[in-house]
């Protein structure tokens, strides 16, 4: 079905209308970005319920907090690495420590800030927010998937983190039949020969794999796992039973992020061999996104090709 292609950030932005008019206790709250983060359908029809504040991302995180004592849902969307990384204390004690009903939406996340870099890049946001108690941290994996996951990070109640790319996605799954629960991955595929886990942006890419693998006659099992954390443990650990190899795609550094979180779970329950396919222990470059994700091997055909090297020796 990967043929039409929506903005990831305007999708959001739809998704957060509706909402709002569903629960009047939303608020809609950014740093100087509301345009960037698509909050301006919001701000329009619900003016009253927009904040818009300078670019000062640790005092926006503590009024959050605050508003949220007096049952206020704020839905604070700003650039990823500054709302993770700058931000990180107020993160871990305002939201995290105190348990405040805060959901933040880190956008234009992984490398998809190509032109502007490393320091707008954000590959270390899913490995510092697992590190915060009771943070749940949600990457979807396609707009139909952002829509739901947004309206589904609402009515959870507690602190979230939402990562969101900024490069048009293809549509992947059929929203009359799409079914989305928090803490629950989705098997796209079923095999038995190798597991492909994907998430969020590169989600795509690692479909793209699986299709060019099927055709070589390999019987692929791909997984979605739009929910870092909590992690689908059950659903993990059974494709590495059944499978005997796992394999993670995700725009993010390789250690801390989801790649990470599943070889933790392995390790602890069932030892398994596994390569994880992201950006190794360097910064990002910067030039045309396409480029870049092919720079770091996370192109269909180059997971294909990892993939088959790794079935070569299994």
């Given at each position: 079905m990967m043929s039409?292609?929506?903005?990831?950030?305007?999708?959001?932005?739809?998704?957060l209308v509706i909402a709002g008019e569903k629960n009047s206790k939303v608020l809609a709250i950014s740093a100087d970005s509301s345009s960037g983060s698509q909050m301006t359908m919001f701000k329009n029809k619900f003016p009253e319920r927009h904040i818009e504040f300078g670019i000062m991302e640790d005092g926006i995180t503590g009024m959050c907090a605050g508003l949220a004592t007096t049952g206020k849902i704020p839905v604070f969307a700003t650039i990823a690495p500054f709302v993770t990384g700058r931000n990180f204390d107020q993160m871990k004690v305002d939201l995290g420590y105190?348990?405040?009903?805060?959901?933040?939406?880190?956008?234009?996340?992984g490398l998809s800030y190509y032109h502007l870099g490393p320091t707008h890049q954000s590959l270390e946001d899913v490995a510092l927010m697992r590190e915060i108690p009771g943070m749940t941290i949600l990457n979807?994996?396609?707009?139909?998937?952002?829509?739901?996951?947004?309206?589904?990070?609402?009515?959870?109640?507690?602190?979230?983190?939402?990562?969101?790319?900024?490069?048009?996605?293809?549509?992947?799954?059929d929203e009359s039949k799409y079914k989305?629960?928090?803490?629950?991955?989705?098997?796209?595929?079923?095999?038995?020969?190798?597991?492909?886990?994907?998430?969020?942006?590169?989600?795509?890419?690692?479909?793209?794999?699986?299709?060019?693998?099927?055709?070589?006659?390999?019987?692929?099992?791909l997984i979605n796992i739009h929910t870092i954390k909590p992690l689908d443990n059950e659903l993990i650990i059974k494709a590495a039973k059944e499978t005997g190899l796992i394999v993670t795609v995700e725009e993010h550094y390789t250690s801390g992020g989801l790649?990470?979180?599943?070889?933790?779970?392995?390790?602890?329950?069932?030892?398994?061999k596994m390569k994880m396919i992201g950006v190794e222990d360097q910064?990002?470059?910067?030039?045309?996104?396409?480029?870049?994700?092919?720079?770091?091997?996370?192109?269909?055909p180059q997971i294909a090709?990892?993939?088959?090297?790794?079935?070569?020796?299994?």
């Open positions: 039409e292609k929506k903005d990831p950030r305007k999708t959001f932005g739809e998704a105190m348990k405040q009903n805060v959901k933040v939406v880190g956008r234009c996340a979807p994996g396609d707009p139909v998937e952002i829509k739901a996951a947004t309206l589904a990070m609402i009515e959870h109640t507690g602190p979230v983190y939402m990562k969101v790319g900024s490069d048009p996605m293809p549509v992947i799954f989305f629960e928090l803490g629950k991955g989705i098997t796209m595929k079923d095999g038995k020969d190798i597991t492909i886990v994907g998430t969020g942006t590169v989600l795509c890419r690692a479909a793209e794999a699986a299709d060019i693998l099927e055709k070589k006659g390999i019987s692929v099992r790649g990470g979180a599943i070889a933790e779970l392995l390790a602890l329950n069932h030892p398994t910064f990002g470059s910067n030039g045309p996104y396409e480029e870049l994700i092919g720079l770091y091997g996370l192109l269909g090709d990892t993939c088959m090297k790794l079935l070569e020796k299994k």
